[in-house]
């Protein structure tokens, strides 16, 4: 006796247990808007810590120039040039460094509330100078208080 040989015929799959094409273009849609709007958010997000990074770093060197002057006996200052992104640390008659803002981030003389482009600290690190440094990227902004004597900068978008 031979042995019996059994095909088994696999039958295709039942046509509604498949995705259409029509289903499979609205998911893709659904992920592109989902996809758009996250980047959207990152790009915010990235927006937004590029502004605050250029204002905690004006602030923090802001703070070490009057930090420097109340060890050192000799006056420091911190030079914002009012007609670009950049600003000088100096110490007595030497300047220290330039830095400037992140691209994208500006300050201008409309948002310097100085009645003068210097923010000088005296031999015991009191503050010449009061007002408020508003830093903006064109949507949002940063403000940095500075009050007069003890110089206290207070970072006006930090909240506790």
Partial sequence: ???EI???IVSPRKPEAAFTLLETMIAVALMSVGILFAS???VGLIRDSELDAGAYDLL???RMVQNLAATSGVFAAVWLDPYDTRYHLTHGAVTLEQDEFPPGIHYVDGYLEFPV???SYDDLGDAQAAGVIRVTDGQD???IHLYMGSGLQAAGWVYP
């Fill in 60 to 62: 923090e060197q802001m």
């Fill in 1 to 3: 006796m031979a042995p």
């Fill in 117 to 119: 482009h210097e923010i």
């Fill in 141 to 143: 902004e940063r403000d």
């Fill in 40 to 42: 959207g958010a990152g």
């Fill in 6 to 8: 059994k095909l088994h």
